[in-house]
């Protein structure tokens, strides 16, 4: 009897739930609602809190998944309904939790739930539940965890219409037409592995060893895929050539290419873009953005670099409840961008003079909106708070810059043989993957690593408040960035002043040079532009009046009010003197330095 005991106890033991078992009803959807079951591991506490995420790692946004949670109940083995509350910050709370044996919940996409319109889900980071036609799974808005147990397994189970296909970098069991299965080792990797249901429409190669699949999600076309081979082929190309190698042995790039049906999915806030994964990337776009997705395509996969395989304490565990942000972006997303643009330059696909001239001078001129004093690592640290999270899109801008600059000084110190990407490199070789470091202690890091230059610059520019020393460092490559520059342009000769007031805009006119073709007067109030109402042209009024120089000569008619007087005036525009802002162009007699330390920059 003592051995039959004994027996009993250890197959209790055995059999004792250690890992989540999910199962997704896509099946069964109705009014973009669907169905989770599921089972926990064994808990040995009084209460249990089920949580969701309040923000998608990577996004570095508040989402509070809880919000798009209904129906929430708590089950023991016996099948009786165990105790639910709310907790102070809104997740699910389970009496008698050592009783707790499942979970159940309905779950509203956060494509089109128009009742929990804010804070908005960003789209590549939301969940789409469209009956029988698309299901994006990013399993934040799907899967919770119990608290404290973030790092035990799950295997999900979905149950899905026969004519839609699962694409995710996660192995998918295809069980049956209607049956999948995946599992992850912990939920930080389920979350790292988004699933993209639709009609099939997908296809694969191979690139430096490296199995690339691209699966695309449209209500009605299917064979999207295809054409993007050709992009995504030579974008691999490029960072394999860029890298050396390529980092990984599979990539997925998941395409949902929105058909502009806001009566199925309404983008309310503008959220088209991608997000990156370990093994993934998920994009959010319209058909005619896939035309051309080499610079956002190469930002994404770049990310196997920062933070997929090299990144901070904050990250490495993240906290899905109660985040503690990183406090640096300007590693992780500024420095990305950067070398997804360089990656090309190195590989020409793109040209120096067109990165200079368009990406670098228009994210010079964007960094205006950064306040006198500005600290990259407090701005990042706060990003979930209201006024840094508005200054969010500088990540890619002035992050981008500020990538460039790091490159120079690290090519200038060490005779053109390191640059940026080896600093990242050096600091991986120390961390990696599942060796994070101290968010605190990174700057110590590079000094270790680097010339002493650029460590001091991390602290003064990026840990510091003063603005990056973007004339001093541009000028070192032969660069010439001004503020405000006079320039020789095509002009008419005027400026346009908006003012607001209790009807609406108001608009005036004012000369700016003595050669006035339109005779205009301070005050003049214009009327139409080339025969359009005004106010209704203001898009070609910004384009051929008020570009900083015309490409050419050009012909229009102003009909404008003077007083009581309506005059028409026909005018053809001139070369004259225009104020030009945040200009950056070639110096045009650079010296062997610039043009060698140009070249270490962007030949290397």
């Known amino acids: 009897m003592r051995t039959i005991l004994l027996l009993l106890i250890a197959v209790g033991i055995a059999s004792a739930q250690t890992s989540y078992d999910v199962n997704v009803d896509l099946l069964n959807v109705v009014n973009d609602q669907v169905r989770v079951e599921m089972r926990v591991p064994l808990i040995e506490a009084d209460t249990a809190t089920i949580v969701f995420p309040v923000v998608t790692p990577g996004t570095y946004e508040r989402q509070d998944w809880w919000r798009y949670v209904s129906n929430f109940m708590a089950f023991a083995a016996d099948g009786s309904q165990l105790p639910v509350r709310r907790s102070a910050d809104s997740q699910f709370v389970v009496e008698q939790a050592r009783r707790l044996h499942r979970v159940t919940y309905t779950l509203d996409d956060s494509f089109d739930a128009t009742n929990r319109e804010w804070p908005p889900i960003f789209e590549p980071s939301g969940t789409s539940f469209q009956v029988d036609t698309i299901m994006q ?16 397994p799950f295997h999900v189970t979905v149950t899905k219409p026969a004519r839609l296909f699962g694409a995710s970098a996660l192995p998918i069991e295809r069980k049956s037409d209607t049956v999948d299965a995946y599992t992850a080792a912990t939920y930080d990797e389920l979350n790292d592995s988004p699933v ?81 994964h370990s093994y993934s990337s998920l994009y959010f776009m319209h058909p005619m953005m896939i035309e051309d997705v080499n610079d956002i395509a190469a930002h994404e996969f770049l990310h196997i670099l920062m933070p997929l395989n090299l990144h901070s304490e904050e990250i490495e565990t993240f906290n899905f409840r109660t985040p503690n942000m990183s406090r640096h972006l300007w590693l992780y997303e500024g420095l990305t961008e950067y070398f997804a643009h360089l990656a090309q330059i190195r590989n020409g696909a793109k040209k120096v003079r067109r990165f200079m001239a368009g990406d670098i001078n228009s994210s010079i001129r964007q960094s205006v909106m950064i306040p006198d004093t500005f600290a990259f690592t407090e701005f990042s640290r706060r990003v979930l708070e209201t006024p840094y999270q508005e200054m969010y899109p500088l990540v890619y801008t002035y992050g981008m810059v500020n990538g460039l600059l ?48 650029v460590a001091a610059y991390c602290r003064r520019y990026i840990g510091g408040n003063e603005r990056i020393p973007i004339n001093e460092i541009l000028a070192k490559i032969g660069w010439q960035y001004d503020s405000v520059r006079i320039v020789d342009a095509w002009t008419f000769g005027l400026k346009m002043t908006m003012t607001r007031g209790l009807e609406g805009h108001r608009y005036t006119l004012s000369p700016t040079d003595t050669i006035n073709p339109l005779g205009i007067e301070e005050g003049d109030v214009p009327l139409s532009f080339n025969g359009i109402p005004w106010k209704d042209a203001l898009g070609d009024i910004r384009a051929k009046l008020f570009r900083p120089g015309l490409t050419g000569e050009e012909t229009v008619t102003i009909v404008f009010r003077r007083g009581a007087e309506e005059i028409t005036r026909t005018v053809t525009s001139y070369i004259g003197k225009v104020t030009a802002y945040h200009v950056l162009t070639e110096i045009e007699t650079p010296t062997a330095a610039q043009i060698t330390l140009s070249n270490h920059v962007f030949s290397k």
């Open 137 to 152: 799974l990013n399993h934040c808005g799907i899967v919770g965890f119990v608290d404290g147990m973030q790092r035990r």
């Open 196 to 276: 993209l249901y639709a009609v099939a429409d997908t296809a694969s190669f191979e690139v430096a060893g490296t199995r690339v699949m691209i699966a695309c999600a449209n209500r009605t076309k299917h064979d999207y895929a295809k054409d993007l081979v050709p992009q995504i082929d030579s974008i691999c190309r490029t960072i394999a050539s860029f890298l050396g190698t390529m980092p990984v042995d599979r990539y997925a790039f998941l395409f949902y290419v929105w058909d502009m049906d806001t009566a199925s999915a309404a983008v309310r806030k503008g959220g088209f873009g991608a997000l990156e």
């Open 406 to 453: 790091l490159d120079i000084l690290m090519r200038e110190a060490t005779d053109g043989k390191q640059g940026a990407l080896d600093l990242a490199r050096m600091l991986m070789k120390k961390y990696g993957r599942s060796k994070p470091f101290v968010d605190t202690l990174l700057f110590d890091e590079i000094d270790a690593v680097a010339p002493k230059s």
